[in-house]
């Protein structure tokens, strides 16, 4: 780029910041940037077209064209040249702009007499804002510097859109960020919550977008990459012993040291642009390649850039991630992504949590779950959107983040949630009764659990004790292998909390979708059947030993009840209780005090173990159906897969058949069967595993008083009756059958 075209786009954005310096109102601001951009550049034309809602752009100002046309004339996202802009988020170069593809004529504006059209995106971190448009008579191609010069008066336009130049009196635009907005996601942890948004990383502000002075910007780039550097360099040298989180770091490495990425900054420092404004723009080319990447690899490396630049914004800006602002005292957490241990910091104080990125299966969403909090993820632009202290409507229920609600979305929402306490407050009235069927049997209910949070909600959800401890989360949400002291504290903790009520240690359940951050990762290609669980623990026997030990410390005299997760023939059972001996064997020779008594159970969660010899029944301490498992693996169904897994019910009959069959066994062998999939928690499902015959679910906490208000209200007996006769009359599955029954009920 010759130094002449620097100079002159300097003076542009000189003379565009003399521009914005008065107070005029956002109209006429708009209108001196047209003037002046058609002026510098030697355009007859140049326009503004600002997005009016997600879909439509308006023209708002324009040196050039018919000025009865603007705010008269908009387009569609993708219609014409400029909503092809808009779109693609690309430049459109042409010198023969009638035949260019997409053309669409625009009578009022009186466009017809230009012919060449060069149009560049308003774009800020990946937000579409508008374009930007010179046109002229004479039919010519732009050259590469001037479109570079325009894109970078466009990234100055994008700041100052950002920063709410052009609202006021004659406004252009309506104030951003400040119409209500619906946001759609993917359920991770049902729920609803009203709140104010409190963002996880407050957005950078960048105030100065143009500089004069290039020498100083530099210089200001060169030392705040270089402090970058160092600090990459320092994690790295801590994250050594990671393998996985060094590759992130490496990735970062090789950005920070990137030459193509220091020299487009130093040019867009020497346009003109301030040293922010410069990553800035990098940054938005990132975002929206990021965007339109397919490749899942090249999307991961333009996220670490994203990052990287965020980090670089920071050293500039001086802004932490303390702007000072107090947390609302109703919290609802916006980010693109939260670690577990991050979550866990927060803890109860979040009434909500919306993600742009996470999944359903993410340890953040473990975390949730077990604080109870609702959940969306992969709702598309909330940290773009949300402010700090937005009003905020988070519908767990329906995926739904509802942004700054008007009055109508509020007052549903408030009905919404009226009804659910009214529900709660109906289950808190039977807390303390046991699940006693009108045919009078009893059904023990207890709650699943996993973490130090969830024993609060022991007593609150009237669980007779936690039935599946899944010990595994304590490992997921740590950055390195916890100890067995640690550990022997930690499970200590959980029975005291729990009072004396039973706890169910399941030993630690890793692998397939549940990767500790500090083990080896396996390439394996089907995890889900793979190295995992039980399998990990035999081949790892320390590991498990450890494990045990902690527990049997952690007892110090009280009762202690462990089971082992996935065990898929009686070998592996006798084999895990070997070492429970051995690690009880150890304790005495220790002279450590031993539990009051030890029960050792296996959970059964692939059908090859319903089918396992008598004397596997008539030894096993207890079982536990593991019902997302054995359902995964009875239908072959992954149960992470979107696509399939609610494709088969677990009230087919086939499916009710075999859990049947596991029950007969159980009682011919006198072995206490329980079940602790999720099916549990649904009330109707829970019914019909009743009147099979279970009598002891596990559930999520908040799922006790629906099971329990339903399972009050129940003849297991008829129950039974209509199951059979859904069978004999040769239906598929008895779901019909009961949701009528319980619909004649009332
Ligand atoms: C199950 O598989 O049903 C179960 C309870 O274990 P997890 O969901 O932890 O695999
Ligand atoms: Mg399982």
Known sequence: MSERVETESRKLLGRLRDAMAGDDPGQARLDKITHLI????????????????????????TEGLNPESVHQTRMRLGEGLVGRVARRREVVNTANAPAARGFRYMPETGEEVFSSFLGVPVQRLGEALGVLVVQSKDAREYSADEIYALEVVAMVLAEMTELGAFVGEGSAMGKRHSQPVMLRGTIAQEGVAEGHIWLHEPRVVVTNPIADDPHRELERLHDSVEELRVGVDKMLALASADKEQAEVLEAYRMFANSKGWMRRMEEDIANGLSAEAAVEKEQSLARARMGQASDNYLRERLSDLDDLSNRLLRILTGQGKDTGADMPPDPILVARNIGPAELLDYGRALKGIVLEAGSVGS?????????????????????????????????????????????????AFRDKMAMQAAAAERYVSIRDKPAETLCGEVISLNMNAGLMADLPSLDGSGAEGVGLFRTELQFLIRNK?????????????????????????????????????????????????????????????????????????????????????????????????ALMDKAIERERTLGNVLPEKVEVGSMLE??????????????????????????????????????VRRRYDTLNVSFLSFIERIVERCEITDTPLSFCGEDAGRPVEALCLAAIGLRNLSMRPASVGPVKSLLRRSNLAEVRKVIADARHRGEMNVRPAIMEYLRQQG
């Open 481 to 577: 292998m916890p100890k067995r002291s640690e550990l022997s504290a930690l499970y200590a903790r959980v029975l005291d909390a729990a009072g004396g009520k039973k706890v169910v240690f399941r030993t630690l359940d890793i692998g397939s979708d549940k990767v500790l951050p500090y083990m080896k990762p396996n390439d394996e290609p089907n995890p889900a059947l793979g190295w995992r669980a039980i399998r990990v623990g035999l081949d790892k026997p320390g590991v498990m030993l450890m494990q045990l030990q902690a527990l049997l410390r952690a007892a110090n005299g009280r009762p202690l009840s462990v089971m082992f997760p996935f065990v898929a023939q009686f070998e592996e059972y006798t084999r895990a209780k």
């Open 38 to 61: 058609a002026d510098s550049i030697g355009t007859e034309v140049c326009s503004i077209y600002l997005f009016r809602d997600e879909e439509t752009l308006e023209l708002c100002a």
């Open 363 to 411: 340890h953040a969403a473990i975390v949730a779950r077990a604080l109870a909090i609702p959940l969306i993820v992969h709702a598309d632009r909330a940290t773009l959107e949300a402010l700090n202290g937005d009003h905020v409507l988070v519908d767990g229920e329906q995926g739904i983040v509802h942004l700054r609600p008007d009055d109508q979305v509020v007052s």
């Open 606 to 643: 692939t059908p090859s173990l319903a089918f396992a010899p008598q004397k596997f029944f008539e030894e096993v301490g207890f079982l536990s159906i593991g019902g997302n498992d054995l359902k995964q693996f009875f239908f072959a169904a992954d149960r992470e897969n979107e696509r």
